[in-house]
T-cell receptor, first 113, second 112 residues
Framework: NAGVTQTPKFQVLKTGQSMTLQCAQD?????MSWYRQDPGMGLRLIHY???????DQGEVPNGYNVSRSTTEDFPLRLLSAAPSQTSVYFC????????????FGNGTRLTVT | GENVEQHPSTLSVQEGDSAVIKCTYS??????FPWYKQELGKRPQLIID?????GEKKDQRIAVTLNKTAKHFSLHITETQPEDSAVYFC???????????FGTGTRLQVFP
């Protein structure tokens, strides 16, 4: 049981480049989400999904796309990277009952130059 | 939508003293309130959580209290130790969306 797996761990992009951050979980969790973490800003929700085929926006969705074609995978796409997207990105998953804790991946540190 | 405010942003205590971190939330329908600890360079890890039908929960040196009327909840750490030094986040789960909204974090430093 690997839990929540994120790849890559580190990434450097040039402004305007695109990339996909991968997230996979093997706990059969319905709920998956992406957060970004910036100093002094806490964890801000980018996008989330309550099941395959269903996605919705969080607090800071602009500049990011997501899809949920399977229960296990929830990739985050940056279509045209900007320096403001330099951050640490965490994927997290849980059951959808209201008592279920969120399980985090190890994070991806992204730098956009 | 839900909004969570957390105070203080930094907290320094002497080893053995108690530490208290406070959070307020805006959506009265929110019903699940976890606390996460994040050590430097690591992912957030759940340390304790409380449901809205409970006023207090304890786990060894850690306790959480919830006041639904005032819409605030607090983390209490007693007999602090240097290994308690970390960033702590509170969060609230929106009832109708399952979204977990976090506070901005508290950096706790415990000095020996």
């Amino acid at each position: 049981n690997a839990g929540v797996t994120q790849t890559p761990k580190f990434q450097v992009l040039k402004t305007g480049q695109s990339m996909t951050l991968q997230c996979a979980q093997d706990m059969n969790h319905e709920y998956m989400s992406w957060y970004r973490q910036d100093p002094g800003m806490g964890l801000r929700l980018i996008h989330y999904s309550v099941g395959a085929g269903i996605t919705d926006q969080g607090e800071v969705p602009n500049g990011y796309n997501v899809s949920r074609s399977t229960t296990e995978d929830f990739p985050l796409r940056l279509l045209s990277a900007a320096p403001s997207q330099t951050s640490v990105y965490f994927c997290a998953s849980s059951w959808t009952d209201n008592n279920s804790p969120l399980h985090f991946g190890n994070g991806t540190r992204l730098t956009v130059t | 939508g839900e909004n969570v405010e957390q105070h203080p942003s930094t907290l320094s205590v002497q080893e053995g003293d108690s530490a208290v971190i406070k959070c307020t939330y805006s959506d009265s329908a929110s019903n699940y309130f976890p606390w996460y600890k994040q050590e430097l360079g690591k992912r957030p890890q759940l340390i304790i959580d409380i449901r809205s039908n409970v006023g207090e929960k304890k786990d060894q040196r850690i306790a959480v209290t919830l006041n639904k009327t005032a819409k605030h909840f607090s983390l209490h750490i007693t007999e602090t130790q240097p290994e308690d030094s970390a960033v702590y986040f509170c969060a609230a789960r929106e009832y109708n969306t399952d979204k977990l909204i976090f506070g901005t974090g508290t950096r706790l430093q415990v000095f020996p």
